[in-house]
């Protein structure tokens, strides 16, 4: 993202995962969250652009570490309207960039019995014309008397502006033998899509096996509207619109040659259409309003490290397939890297590092694309795309790039960082006795053993390390960035989720 004009706005109150003026809505009525809201009778908003062209530091959210807190499981940032996220094992977070007092915590799980063992990154989209966040789970439930543990993947949805859970969905997808992440039958994630124009979302999963049990692959599809669940066996999921999945399945190694795409009817699970590629390996790599994509190869002559490989893209209504493939090819043994951003409108964006790839959703073709030996241009690192614009990291600098024709969008020149101005008073940081109960948060295996939450809003931009860095999601409102602690007490702190307003 382009590190643009400094903030000249007074700084949004940086606050913790406690903190509140009043509580409401917690307790069993709304699933054990946290909320706290603002007593202003009109709802605070922030300028919006769309998209966002030009991008300024305004706040820091704390991330807290706590003991026992799994190695993978590292924050995840997204932004669902004027409301920044925070997600991890121990459940998703919210801030509402506009109004320090409206923040909330919604715990992932429900009882002590239940284990976390991954979580989605946070997923935007409208229900019933509001901004809601998707977040998915995978569970180990030991809590069943008598019965086995189950493996369970959990989908919530959550209305971000009254931090209100408006849907859940638990599905059961194993049975599970033994502890730790390891054991027969645990589940963990895959890869995941979603529709944002409905909240609809597919979530590919995995229960783990062992030399004498084989490994189950499945997606699990949800609508908000139903709060229904099908899961398809055998697939990991790439794109969804309008009910409709597209999906990957295939034995996945260097010796297979099953790589097949399938459409699948999410609502009733049935496959309507199989397109046997015969790939070693067909990885979903981004979804959108009309195609899926993915990433596909196999070898030529495996000793001499010889492949074919290109980006497959399928169209959701009519199943036609297709092909682009690479100018510079990934080198050595293995599948290619290929990460890739949907735009929410007609451009999807793909990289591997050598190379920047753009393609046209309306035909699946590749619109342009330039590389490592392009002349005059190197490859940016891609951090998300946004309604015609495509935000990413050059050696320097944040950077914009045109969705459409991959062209350099100009920006404002940066005046410097957030001033001192910019910082909240000690008046505006809530008090200690506003800090939720513990009652309010997941139990004391997955979140900080205390309520002295790091970073409760007395430590402003403290948190900011002062260099700008590229977004991974975006709103018209602005987009989030996940930071490394440092500073002033950072070691109480897993991470920092770093704002950065629209401001053109």
Partial sequence: MVATTAVTAALILVAGCGGSDKKSDSGSDNGGQSTTTSATPSTPTVPSFDPPKALSVAAAFPSADYQGRSALDEAQMGIAGQVALIGGYAGLNGHDVANANNQWMIPSKSADTTTVNGASAPMAAKVDGKDVAIVAYAETDKGNGTQKPKGLVVIQWIDVMSGKKIAEVSTPVSTV???GDNAIGSPS??????DPETGQVAVGAVAAGNVTVKRIDLTVYADPKTQKATIVPGMNPAGLHNGVIA?????????ATDGTMLLVDGA?????????LKLAYLNPIAGAAKHAYFYGMKYIDYGQGTKTEAIYAIDLSTGAVVQTAPVIPPEGIGAGDYRCFADQATSVVCTDGQEVIGLDDTTGKKAWGFNSKSGGRIVPNLTAAFHGVVYAKAEAQPVLLDAKTGADLPSPTPSGGPSSSDTPSSGDTPSSGDTPSSGDTPSESDSPS??????NGDLGLNLYNGKQESPVAVSPFGGVYRQLPTGYDSTDLESVCIFVKATA
């Fill in 247 to 255: 999906g990957a399945k295939g034995g996945q190694a260097d010796s």
């Fill in 450 to 455: 205390d309520n002295s939450t790091p970073g």
């Fill in 177 to 179: 033998q033994g502890e």
């Fill in 189 to 194: 994630l895959r890869d995941t899509a979603y």
């Fill in 268 to 276: 009733s699970g049935k496959v309507t259409k199989q397109i046997p």
